[in-house]
């Protein structure tokens, strides 16, 4: 059972983690392209900027934010935390775990919200006549699958192992898993 749910996960993650970096890199091409059409040759690329904001950023943001959670990459201020006893340390770490675990599975029910609410409006972009609702799917899919993770690492957190307080050099945990341990950095 342990295995065939990291496994699912660890597919979500994967294919999510690859339509994230396809967005990255259309948002790379798609702002040379429009750079170059502006400066060069004086003809810009229609509402360029406006997808790139919209729809490519979001969709790099929160479908990769899994992986982001899993390669231990997120922000941690452990000024106060790392002075603590050991005890209370691993107190503190489970109490953040949950707090963050709770953060993300409640910031998931107001983004199908306004995901809902953007279909029906028919809402679309100012510059061109594409709809605002399908990036605004990868926000709560993406915050999702973190906060799936982020539940499976809690019982991990008492032995140091959580992947929000790993303390050991950051690893590529998508090349870890397809490679074997000889993949991390």
Do not use: A, Q, W
């Given at each position: 059972m342990k295995n065939s749910v990291e496994n699912v996960l660890g597919k979500c993650e994967e294919v999510l983690t690859y339509i994230a970096v396809l967005s990255i890199f259309v948002m790379m091409c798609l702002t040379t392209v429009d750079a170059i059409g502006r400066?060069?040759?004086n003809y810009p690329i229609t509402g360029a900027y406006e997808f790139t904001?919209?729809?490519?950023m979001l969709t790099a943001v929160y479908l990769g934010a899994s992986y982001t959670y899993?390669?231990?990459?997120?922000?941690?201020?452990?000024?106060?935390?790392?002075?603590?006893?050991?005890?209370?340390?691993?107190?503190l770490n489970i109490f953040a775990q949950i707090v963050s675990i709770c953060y993300g599975f409640f910031l998931v029910?107001?983004?199908i919200q306004s995901l809902?609410?953007?279909y029906l409006q028919g809402t679309t972009l100012t510059s061109t006549s594409f709809p605002l609702w399908p990036p605004y799917v990868a926000i709560p899919?993406?915050?999702?699958?973190m906060s799936l993770f982020m539940l499976w690492d809690l019982p991990k957190v008492p032995k140091?192992?959580?992947a929000l307080f790993n303390e050991e050099e950051f690893t590529d945990t998508m090349r870890?898993?397809?490679?074997?341990?000889?993949?991390?950095?």
């Open positions: 400066y060069i040759f904001e919209k729809y490519l899993r390669g231990g990459s997120t922000i941690r201020i452990t000024l106060l935390v790392s002075r603590m006893p050991p005890n209370i340390k691993i107190g029910v107001p983004n809902y609410r953007t899919v993406g915050l999702l699958l140091g192992k959580s870890e898993d397809n490679l074997g341990k000889e993949g991390s950095k």
